[in-house]
C-alpha cells in the first residue's frame, strides 16, 4: 500500500516542530474497514490506514490471535457506517504506525462519536483531549447506562489491557 500524501505530510510536519494540523480536513472513499477503529480511506490515487481519534473498539480475531467479544459487530457496525461510501477526514495526527489519527464524518454526523454512543467502542481516555473528551465520554457513560453493544457483557475487559495481556502470553 502508499502512503499517502496527506500522511507523508504530517510526519514532515512533525519532524519539524510544528504541530499536526489539527483542523486539516480531506475526504475520500472508504474501500475497506480493518476493525471497528481502523479503515483504509482512498483519496484519489493514494490509499491511507486511517485510526479513528478518541476511540478503541474491541479486538477482532486476526490469523492466530484471538479477538475479543464484540470486535466482529464492532467492525461490521463501522462497516455499515462507512464501507463505500465518500466520508469527511479532520486529520489531527499520524501515529507511530504510519496510520492517519482523525475524525471520519459523514456530512454532520462524528462517526467516532457515533461509535461510543452505539456501544461498539471505549472513549480512549489515554488520548482524549479537549474540546471531544467531554463529548466522547458522555457518549461511552451513556451507553454504559444503557447497556448497548458491548456493555450488555458484565465486565468487559478494555481493548488495552487486551492487547497487554496478549504479549505478556
Given amino acids: 500500500m ?18 499536526a494540523a489539527a483542523d486539516y480536513r480531506t475526504g475520500g472513499l472508504v474501500v475497506r474497514v480493518i476493525d471497528g477503529d481502523t479503515l483504509v480511506l482512498n483519496a484519489g490515487r493514494t490509499s491511507s490506514k486511517v485510526r479513528l481519534f478518541g476511540i478503541d473498539a474491541p479486538e477482532t480475531p486476526h490469523l492466530a490471535k484471538p479477538g475479543q467479544p464484540f470486535g466482529p459487530e464492532a467492525k ?14 479532520d486529520i489531527l495526527d499520524v501515529d507511530k504506525n504510519r496510520r492517519i489519527i482523525g475524525i471520519v464524518r459523514i456530512g454532520r454526523r ?25 463529548s466522547y465520554l458522555g457518549a461511552e457513560k451513556a451507553a454504559r447506562r444503557a447497556r448497548r453493544g458491548l456493555w ?3 465486565a468487559p475487559q478494555p481493548p488495552w489491557i487486551f492487547r497487554l495481556r496478549q504479549k505478556l502470553q
Fill in 152 to 154: 450488555q457483557q458484565e
Fill in 110 to 134: 462524528d462517526i467516532n462519536r457515533e461509535m461510543i454512543e452505539e456501544g461498539w467502542a471505549w472513549a480512549y481516555r489515554r488520548y482524549l483531549t479537549p474540546p471531544r473528551a467531554a
Fill in 2 to 19: 502508499r502512503t499517502s500524501f496527506f500522511a507523508v505530510v504530517l510526519l514532515l510536519l512533525a519532524a519539524t516542530g510544528y504541530p
Fill in 76 to 89: 461490521r457496525a463501522l462497516g455499515e457506517k462507512v464501507l463505500g461510501r465518500r466520508i469527511t477526514l
